[in-house]
């Protein structure tokens, strides 16, 4: 729901591909947002409502598309990477940016309060054999800076900006060599960067990060 509740995002697959639609929560009919080629993944409103924005996963090229023509569709393995990459769209001119690009793909993110900078993680390729080279890093939503945050060894995923804006929490190996069957932990860095710190070191579960609200941060396990 946008800040001021005037219209609701969602996202729906009603066309072609999955895109965000907006509507007045009082009624009426729903509009399209955004208009990308292979649809998008997640979204989310920046804090002051006046953005949204989105994942996508990259267009097929000219040579994939050419192939699909002559042999009909199909992928090769490790080879074929199209990588998801984040976007934000201003909803007064419904014109969209690309923030990030590159040989990664980016997972989860989070807007700052400020509405200035988005958190985000990204990995060498959407293959799950690289989970592990998961980082977390910033871009600037102004002229999209990029900026790395978490480089640690291992798998660091799902950034949240705490209420203030000054830190960041995210969920982490904290650089365990053998993080694919031991549990992963919760841990918070400075916007700023710095060394991060590891919440819930004595924490028996497997933690995964729900949000971090005025009252504390929020986790399931």
């Known amino acids: 729901l946008q800040k001021d509740g005037k219209r609701l995002a969602f996202a729906s697959d009603r066309g072609e591909k999955r895109q965000v639609y907006l509507i007045d929560p009082r009624g009426g009919e729903a509009e399209a947002l955004t208009t990308a080629e292979e649809g998008i993944a997640s979204f989310a409103w920046s804090a002051d409502g006046t953005a949204i924005a989105f994942t996508a996963q990259d267009p097929k090229t000219e040579a994939m598309k050419e192939r699909e023509k002559k042999h009909g569709e199909y992928e090769l393995v490790d ?53 592990g080279s998961a980082d977390v890093s910033i871009v600037t939503v102004a002229d999209a800076t990029l900026r790395p945050l978490v480089t640690q060894a291992g ?11 000054s830190r960041i929490a995210f969920e982490s190996a904290m650089a365990r060599e053998r993080f694919y069957y031991t549990n992963g932990y919760v841990a918070v860095v400075p916007r700023s960067g710095g060394a991060p710190v590891n919440l819930t070191a004595t924490f028996d579960e497997d933690p995964s990060l729900l949000d971090w609200g005025p009252g504390g941060i929020w986790i399931a396990a």
Do not use: C
Request: hydrophobic content about 25%; charged content about 25%.
């Open 79 to 131: 080879q074929d990477h199209r990588m998801t990459h984040l976007h934000v769209i201003d909803l007064a001119t419904r014109k969209a940016r690309r923030l990030t690009q590159g040989s990664f793909t980016v997972g989860g993110f989070d807007w700052s309060p400020d509405g200035t900078e988005i958190a985000y993680d990204h990995r060498k390729s959407p293959d799950q054999s690289e989970s």
């Open 155 to 165: 798998p660091d995923t799902n950034p949240s900006f705490a209420p203030d804006g």
